[in-house]
């Protein structure tokens, strides 16, 4: 990523204030990335997005650090069914009170190489006849999937643009998708066969309470099974990726090279002439 002397890994531990103390010590500029998908006996969501996220913005404070960008998520709501969420919502308050001019960043479903929004779709082609569990079929979902270099992007433009201090942006794709038209097209990509079903919602929620208990990194939980069922709602008036200068690259452009990796060797090389592009609601 850099020359030598030019990135410094540090060790830290939310729980340690003063190693993130330490961490943030001669910095001008912070983006707090730490986040949490699932929760774990160490750290429950509370522990990383809000008082976490409240330690880190407390230290560049002290620490005089001039600009702090920290993510948040798109949908954050005290009031969302998903405690992922309610614990963004909350982090955000906790990290403009302690820091005002932190700028606030809410992404949707980020898709990019090795990511955790297509190649969680691309995963469940496992199934037994080509049957891709999606509840209600993906026909109530909407999602605004966005690509990670025009949010790396974004956070860059944001950093050089002192206009930018205490505002909130959304990072949302060009496009919103069904849900059911999405899943499909990323295995028209794949070049595999997709039938969509709708498990019954409390047995689905009983596979993911099942998987909570693993051991190692959980494919699925309660909580994300709601969040990537949940659709994604831009917020009216809250700039956006293009309020920074970016222009969004739309799915289509990126799908082959983030899911090609998952075809069998016959088609792998194939091109996508003959594929059309998701259906855009």
């Known amino acids: ?24 010590r001669h910095s001008n500029v912070v983006v707090n990335l730490v986040g949490r998908d699932y929760e774990t006996w160490n750290f429950k969501y509370r522990e990383v997005h809000e008082e976490g996220a409240r330690v880190i913005a407390e230290a560049c404070r002290e620490a005089g650090v001039q600009r702090l960008i920290h993510f948040s998520a798109l949908n954050a709501d005290p009031h969302s069914p998903s405690s992922f969420l309610q614990s963004k919502a909350r982090g955000e308050e906790l990290v403009k009170e302690a820091f005002p001019t932190a700028t606030i960043v809410r992404p949707a479903d980020i898709y990019g190489h090795e990511d955790r929004f297509l190649s969680f779709y691309a995963s469940l082609r496992g199934f037994p006849f080509h049957l891709i569990p999606v509840l209600d079929r993906g ?58 079903v709708s498990p019954p919602r409390w047995a689905y929620r009983l596979v ?54 998952y075809r069998d060797f016959l088609h792998f090389d194939r091109s996508l002439d003959e594929l059309e592009a998701p259906n855009k609601s």
Do not use: W
């Open 139 to 196: 026909n109530l979902t909407h999602k605004l999937p966005v690509y990670v270099g025009d949010v790396a992007q974004g956070v860059v433009n944001i950093i050089s643009d002192q206009t930018t201090a205490s505002k909130t942006f959304e990072f949302v794709g060009p496009h919103s998708f069904v849900l059911r038209d999405l899943v499909r097209y990323i295995y028209h990509v794949m070049y595999r066969q997709c039938v969509l």
């Open 208 to 261: 993911a309470r099942t998987l909570e208990l693993s051991p190692f990194v959980p494919h699925m939980t309660r909580d994300i099974l709601t969040r990537l069922h949940l659709s994604n709602k831009a917020t009216p008036g809250v700039p956006r990726l293009e309020d920074v200068g970016v222009s969004p690259l739309a799915l289509e452009d990126k799908a082959l090279p983030i899911l090609r990796r």
């Open 1 to 24: 990523m850099g020359d030598l002397g030019q990135i410094t890994p540090l060790e830290y531990h939310l729980k340690d204030v003063e190693s993130v103390k330490k961490a943030v």
